[in-house]
């Protein structure tokens, strides 16, 4: 898997911070918001559970899992997109999410997770990166990772608008497979938005009848 990352990370959250306080009044895509109603479909967290969102921005996906999971984590490398989030939550009074920072490689967690999640946010680490964050992400031992990202089904075309060739790197959809497959999750759907946006669900643990059913 080669390749650097074309940011460092400490510019990828200055980028962020500076956006931070008008990111939730753009207009966002309808390929993003289709990415998001999957990614949160997907997730599905049972009553008792802790879900982990990876890149969480203004909070999006977290807060959205609020109601449906007993504890929501968000993570992000942004303190503007972390404040956003947390105003957000207070607004809202919701007290079982709480926001800090946090990254892929190093997503600040001390308790066990069930489900981890993440929207448009892994595109930003080059393909080595990517498998260095799936392998982390399986050491946590979710029993479900649902990732919705820019990710290409064909060839790159930069003149798309998911992404900005001078500062992103998605990858293919069969880097990403290969690499949730090689950190031992099973991957149990594949959501094709549009050519470059999809929804990947990885399950650590799943039935043979499940099993036999993606053969």
């Known amino acids: 898997m080669p390749g650097s990352m074309k940011r460092t990370i400490e510019e990828h959250a200055a980028r962020f911070d500076d956006w931070?306080?008008?990111?939730?009044?753009?207009?966002?895509?309808?390929?993003?918001?289709?990415?998001v109603s999957l990614v949160l479909d997907h997730a599905a967290p049972a009553p008792d559970d802790t879900v982990l969102d990876l890149g969480t921005g203004t909070g999006v996906l977290a807060l959205s899992l609020a109601g449906s999971a007993d504890r929501v984590l968000g993570r992000d490398i942004s303190q503007g997109m972390l404040e956003t989030a947390r105003r957000k939550a207070q607004e809202l009074g919701l007290a079982n999410v709480s926001f800090a920072s946090g990254r892929f490689r190093e997503p600040n967690v001390e308790d066990p997770v069930d489900v981890v999640v993440s929207n448009?946010?892994?595109?930003?680490l080059d393909d080595a990166e990517k498998a260095v964050a799936i392998d982390t992400i399986a050491a946590l031992e979710p029993r479900r990772f649902v990732l919705g990202d820019v990710m290409f089904f064909?060839?790159?075309?930069?003149?798309?608008?998911f992404y900005d060739p001078e500062v992103d790197d998605p990858a293919t959809v069969g880097v990403l497979v290969d690499a949730l497959t090689s950190a031992g999750?099973?991957?149990?759907?594949?959501?094709?938005?549009?050519?470059?946006?999809?929804?990947?669900?990885?399950?650590?643990?799943?039935?043979?009848?499940?099993?036999?059913?993606?053969?």
């Open 154 to 161: 064909g060839g790159p075309d930069p003149t798309e608008p």
């Open 120 to 124: 448009f946010a892994m595109h930003h």
């Open 185 to 215: 999750f099973a991957v149990t759907a594949v959501e094709r938005v549009a050519d470059q946006v999809g929804v990947l669900v990885a399950e650590r643990d799943i039935g043979n009848e499940d099993r036999a059913s993606l053969q």
């Open 20 to 35: 931070a306080a008008d990111y939730d009044e753009g207009e966002r895509s309808e390929e993003y918001e289709a990415a």
